[in-house]
């Protein structure tokens, strides 16, 4: 038996070093959109697209190595979409913090949920937030991203009377977007393998035939440029928030961080066959260690919070087993470092229909949130709705656990709110009530 297989349980686990390869090989293509995807959406924060691709490759390389090592899951990583719309649109366009103060604050809300998991307390306060609002905060976090992807895609502007309007296809930008959202889903529905890098790769070739994809002025860089790494204001974001809005913002970014991996981290050992009989995940704390160091290294890297991928189901599906998996997804990003500066060739437009898809995933646990109960469905319903309206997460997770509180109050169920949903609703209450209390104050 080699070191490798020993390592990695390679024969316990009924897998081989080739089947992990290729397993990593096939994760590696349904997720390398990110590259791309990820700079341009914090590229409205006027963060720099080239730098982002490379530092956007390296984190995710190193931290999936380390999920390999560490974890032995076949669970890869990479700058999580829906936190990196919050950095651009929230922190950054909305509150007006520095990309400087915005990746201060993921590296805050990371070092919180690091901590959580060293003394034990991440799956607690999990426990104490109602799955029905769990999932409420990731159906508006897709429904926001897919609203960026037509905003992006020149889709939809701001209304003449209406807040927004959608917007024919009469301009170069909206038709690329309109050809290129045709070219993803044909590809997605059809399954083909790295469906959506695919797809940004043709609708970029699509954009540059209608003159909307251009070379940089600048040229092409030939090194990557990790000039986002290290780049944190920490006291921007008290000085300009506030206390009180800056402990909440980073809260509320905290929770919109908080549950994707438990949830990953469950269906994909389970794919996987690795869960126990009880549903439990071996070696929990190790994953959850590793996914949370990766939040605050994504935040240090200057291209926002890292987190585990479901799109790892697609390396089980081919096998994959163990964590050398990870750490064949996590060498395969070390090389995309180097490809980085291709990514200033990819117009916004080639982008948002990949958006528009991955919002569409998200969206999908809509499906388990139970509307009749009004109790449920409708701080739910506030949750989903007011993310993507308001572009912010804040105002959706706040509304959501204020009401949620509330209905069980009127209700006479006050034995059922846990402590920790107290505390929250409370402070997003003083949160939205900032204007008011200043004024009396």
Known sequence: ???????????????????????????????????????????AAGIDV?????????????????????GNVPIAIAAGLGINGIVAFG???????????AMAVIVMEGVVITLLVLIGLREAVMNAVPLSLKRAIAVGIGLFILFIGFFDGSLITAGQGTPVQFVFPNSPE??????????????????????????????????????????PEQGLSVAPDFSTIGNLDFSNVFSHLGLVAALLTIFTIMLADFFDTMGTATAITEQA????????VPGIGRILLVDSVAAVAGGAAGISSNTSYIESAAGVAEGGRT???SVVVGLLFLV????????????????APVLIVVGYLMATLIKDIDFTDVEEGLPALFGVILMPITFSITVGIGAAFISYVLIKVVRGKIDEIHLLMWVTAIAFAVYFAQTWLNQVL
Do not use: C, D, W
Not at 26 to 43: D, G
Not at 273 to 280: A, C, D, H, S
């Open 1 to 43: 038996m080699s070191i490798v297989e020993e390592f990695f349980h390679l024969r316990e686990r009924g897998t081989t070093v080739g089947t992990e390869i290729k397993a990593g090989v096939t994760t590696f293509m349904v997720m390398v959109y990110i590259v791309a995807v990820n700079p341009l959406i914090l590229s």
């Open 91 to 101: 922190l950054v366009i909305g509150a007006g913090l520095t990309p400087a103060g």
């Open 273 to 280: 066959g690795l869960t126990t009989e009880k549903g439990e």
């Open 336 to 351: 995309m470092v180097f490809l980085s500066p291709l990514v200033e060739l990819i117009p916004l437009q080639a982008t």
């Open 323 to 325: 964590g050398l998996t």
């Open 50 to 70: 080239g730098a982002a691709a490379a530092a956007t490759a390296l984190t995710a390389g190193v931290m999936t190595i380390l999920m390999g090592v560490i």
């Open 174 to 215: 909206a038709s690329v977007t309109i050809i290129g959202l045709a070219i993803t889903i044909i590809l997605f529905v059809r399954k083909v393998p790295a469906a959506l890098l695919i797809s940004i790769v043709l609708t970029s070739v699509v954009a540059f035939i209608l003159g909307v994809g251009k070379f």
